[in-house]
């Protein structure tokens, strides 16, 4: 039995004091999420993974937007698992669509980083999710299938159970244009079929698959209601406590 989860995808908004007020004010919620078997989570900015840990319940998932598969070294900018590690980080969001669009993060980058974070002990949340175009020209399945199997690409059954995807159609994010929950369980159970002709069907039924895309606390409940979808990714919606509260009562009923 798959266990429900949501995580809420900060983006690049607040600021320290902001995701401190957050996590401060969601303690509470997070017992209540966990109390009807639902994991929650945040993914804040780099900057702000600290205060959040320090401050949110202990049983929240926090998740970094991004990771270096190397420990150490002549890599400005970036971040690595130990870095990670030592704020008390082990979940990862890695290949959301926004970091494939403006920096560059292919599916054969995110299989580094999975094999990297599974290596120490930590989650990868991968995502996967197609353009309006693809999505047109009816070539979702298709290309959605590329990216998982070069994320997942020399794994075996047992880490890939330990990875979580998010198929987010790339033409529903951020737009309010929202997946029907009927291609939202299409496509997800076309991954699910995926996995299991890559890892056989016991590790496809263990994995579990987010849907993300303006996903709201008025539409969060068709999605779940779907016989394949776990849980959603979760970003404008999960930025404010309250609403981030509706999205987990929604996902009670
Ligand atoms: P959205 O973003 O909920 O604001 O559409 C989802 C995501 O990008 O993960």
């Known amino acids: 039995m798959r266990k429900k989860l949501l995580v809420g995808n900060w983006k690049m908004n607040k600021t320290p004091e902001e995701a401190k007020a957050f ?7 997070v017992d209540y999420a966990l109390a009807h ?7 804040p900015t780099f900057v702000c993974l600290q205060t959040v840990v320090e401050n949110a319940n202990k049983k ?36 959301h669509s926004e970091r494939r669009e403006y920096n560059n993060e292919t599916s054969e980058a995110c299989n580094l980083k999975i094999k990297a974070l599974l290596a120490s002990d930590m989650t990868p949340l991968y995502c996967c999710g197609e353009s309006l175009e693809i999505f047109e020209k009816g070539e979702t399945k298709e290309f959605v299938e590329k990216q998982i199997r070069a994320g997942f690409a020399g794994l075996n059954a047992e880490e890939a159970k330990k990875v979580v995807i998010a198929y987010e159609p790339i033409w529903a994010i951020g737009t309010g244009k929202s997946a029907t929950k009927e291609i939202a369980e299409d496509t997800i159970a076309f991954i699910r079929g995926v996995l299991a002709s890559l890892f056989g069907e016991e ?10 895309g303006s ?8 999605y779940m209601s779907q016989k394949d979808i776990d849980g959603a990714l979760v970003g404008g919606a999960s930025l404010e406590v309250e609403s981030y509260h ?7 009923k």
Do not use: C, F
């Open 23 to 29: 996590a401060l004010s969601s303690k509470e919620l």
């Open 37 to 43: 078997d639902i994991d929650v989570g945040v993914a």
């Open 60 to 95: 929240m998932i926090i998740a970094a937007q991004n990771v270096n598969e190397h420990d150490h070294g002549a890599y400005t900018g970036e971040i690595s698992i130990p870095m990670l590690k030592a704020v008390g980080i082990s979940w990862v969001i890695l290949g």
């Open 203 to 212: 590790a496809a039924e263990e994995i579990r698959i987010l849907y993300g």
């Open 215 to 222: 996903v709201k606390p008025g539409n969060v409940a068709e």
């Open 246 to 252: 509706q999205l987990i009562e929604g996902m009670i």
